[in-house]
């Protein structure tokens, strides 16, 4: 029989109301550890995926599986487990999965699928026997993600600068069947977790290169336009453009959340939730885009990728690095246009495209307001996140000459004089969650004078 020494190993024939709460809390320990980290494996794998189906596919299944982490992480208090105590996967099962992910994106592919077939079979045993009717939707969620996996996983275009490209539909095989069954029946390291979460560091692979519709024709870097053929409506030559801008923005923009998963595991668990949602807005993003340009009569495959681009740019770089460039200056900056355009698209006959950017206006608020938070968790003090930003878009100008991404790429380095001159809605701009001195500071701006 399981006791405290001696714990019920993950996959046991019995069910969990058979376990004693200190033995079931270890077992939901393996289930919470092992389920951030197929979350975050598939989101090492997911910025490989050149189209936007086979992508959003992954994109929700890393969306699920940090949810259930939450769900777990929650289950595990209500059983009187603290932070504290949450512990680390066992040293072994770390060490042999790590070993596994290093070698590819396609191997960090195959122990995420193997790991979700183990946890999908894991809540099959414990339901058992078991009255607790989350066992079994907690089942269905991971059947339901392997059947994501297999979606996104279908052979794909490869990166025009990689032409060999990763192979094709990937499987678990069995090292990654044997290092996962390894990983579910080691008990966790006592103590202190190393991590806020627990969760270890690994060796992802490298990204070095974004992966773009395989459809989609490129520009050079320094070319801001993409023109439409000449048409009688100028309204409807700037809702295309603004369209194809668009599409060729959101879909790059989830690489960098989902390596922020991937990369970093010294954050809390909320930080993971956040960029797994930004990830998914995106995508939800790009598929609204799509939809409204062929609804207008448009072939979405002219759409306009820059090589290289502003996302290549941000890998390999710093947290906050990437927080500030991505969002914290630049959706910012998409929450000023967006603003100013949802009135005129009304007033000039496209209501519906009105109402789907104003969707994605509230989401852009949301992802500004994710990294300003996680800014003020890394430095603590707001000044000190205003120097930061400053440096940060320093970094980047200097990136942007390097790499010859062209004079629209250079961002002014006083991110709060450049908002003051534009008039900033300072309402929106709280929502945000720029700081009381952030929003007197750009008000100042605004009327001419320096805070």
């Not at 914290?328 to 209501?351: F, H, K, M, V």
């Not at 120097?387 to 790499?403: G, I, K, P, Q």
Request: glycine share 8%; with cysteine; proline share 7%.
């Amino acid at each position: 029989m399981p006791s405290a020494a001696n714990p019920a190993p993950v996959g046991s024939s019995q069910g969990a109301d058979e376990l004693s709460v200190h033995d079931l809390a270890g077992v939901n320990r393996r289930l919470y550890h092992a389920t951030l980290l197929a979350g975050r494996t598939l989101a090492a794998f997911a910025p490989l995926l050149g189209d936007v189906a086979p992508r959003a596919a992954l994109v929700r299944a890393v969306h699920a599986l940090i949810g259930q982490s939450v769900l777990l992480h929650d289950r595990l208090l209500e059983m009187r487990i603290r932070p504290d105590e949450l512990g680390t996967p066992g040293p072994a099962a770390v060490e042999a999965a790590d070993e596994l992910l290093a070698g590819s994106g396609d191997r960090a592919l195959a122990f995420a699928a193997a790991l979700l077939r183990g946890l999908e079979d894991t809540f099959t045993e414990l339901q058992g026997g078991c009255r607790a009717e989350h066992a079994f939707h907690d089942r269905r969620l991971y059947g339901a993600c392997l059947a994501l996996v297999a979606e996104g996983t279908e052979p794909y275009q490869p990166h025009p600068e990689d032409p060999e490209g990763p192979g094709p539909k990937v499987s678990a095989d069995a090292a990654a069947l044997r290092t996962v069954a390894d990983f579910l029946a080691a008990p966790c390291a006592a103590g202190a977790p190393t991590t806020p979460t627990g969760t270890p560091a690994l060796r992802v692979p490298d990204c070095p290169t974004r992966r773009y519709p395989g459809w989609a024709s490129f520009v050079n870097a320094a070319d801001v336009e993409f023109q439409d053929p000449g048409t009688n409506d100028p309204a409807r030559t700037i809702v295309l453009h603004a369209l194809r801008k668009g599409i060729a923005t959101e879909f790059i923009s989830t690489d960098i959340p989902l390596r922020n998963i991937a990369e970093f595991p010294d954050l809390p668990l909320r930080f993971y939730r956040d960029m797994a949602r930004h990830a998914h807005d995106e995508l939800r993003h790009t598929h609204l885009l799509l939809d409204h340009l062929t609804a207008m009569g448009e072939d979405y495959r002219r759409v306009a990728f820059r090589i290289p681009d502003t996302y290549s740019a941000m890998a390999g770089q710093p947290l906050d690095f990437r927080l500030i460039v991505l969002s914290r200056t630049g959706e910012d900056a998409a929450i000023e246009a967006l603003a100013d355009a949802i009135p005129r698209l009304r007033s000039t006959g496209y209501a519906d495209v009105a109402v789907m950017f104003d969707h994605v206006l509230a989401d852009e608020l949301r992802h500004v307001a994710y990294a300003n938070h996680w800014l003020r968790h890394l430095h603590g003090d707001d000044l000190v996140v205003e120097a930061v930003t400053t440096r940060a878009l320093e970094r980047l100008n200097v990136l942007v000459e390097e790499r010859g991404l062209g004079d629209y790429m250079r961002r002014e380095p006083d991110h709060s004089a450049r908002r003051g001159r534009h008039n900033p809605d300072l309402e929106l701009r709280r929502l945000a969650g720029f700081s009381d001195h952030d929003l007197a500071r750009m008000a100042a701006m605004s009327t001419g004078s320096a805070a």
